[in-house]
Nanobody, 123 residues
Framework: VQLQASGGGLVQAGASLRLSCAAS????????VGWFRRAPGKEREFVAG????????MYSDSVKGRFTISRNRAENTVYLQMNGLKPEDTAVYYC?????????????????WGPGTQVTVSS
């Protein structure tokens, strides 16, 4: 599976962005999918995850209530709607396909990673 994240950009605090994660070469419709991010000087951290069937969305405490993960299995795409963006959300955002049908907060539970998309939030 090849994953490609898109939709990042430079926005002001309070704005919204929607990231997309599209799969190619083969479907990831039977895999859990997660979004992670890495801010400058920090470790890659879990942001959100979703099960193969769109159920069981998971969020880190830092984004809960502001971000929404969803997926369209027919389009082989997973989305991350980000509202109320803050400067501390600035990072490179990565999507990843899980080894199983369910998402995980743990990086090593993911087999395939996309190259990431930059999100920059100015104050």
């Amino acid at each position: 599976v090849q994953l490609q994240a898109s939709g990042g950009g430079l926005v002001q605090a309070g704005a919204s962005l929607r990231l997309s994660c599209a799969a190619s070469r083969r479907t990831f419709s039977n895999n859990g999918v997660g979004w992670f991010r890495r801010a400058p000087g920090k470790e890659r951290e879990f942001v959100a995850g979703i099960a193969w069937n769109g159920d069981s969305p998971m969020y880190s405490d830092s984004v809960k209530g502001r971000f929404t993960i969803s997926r369209n299995r027919a389009e082989n795409t997973v989305y991350l709607q980000m509202n109320g963006l803050k400067p501390e959300d600035t990072a490179v955002y990565y999507c990843a396909a899980a080894r199983s049908a369910f998402a995980s907060t743990t990086k090593n539970q993911y087999s395939y990673w996309g190259p990431g998309t930059q999100v920059t939030v100015s104050s």
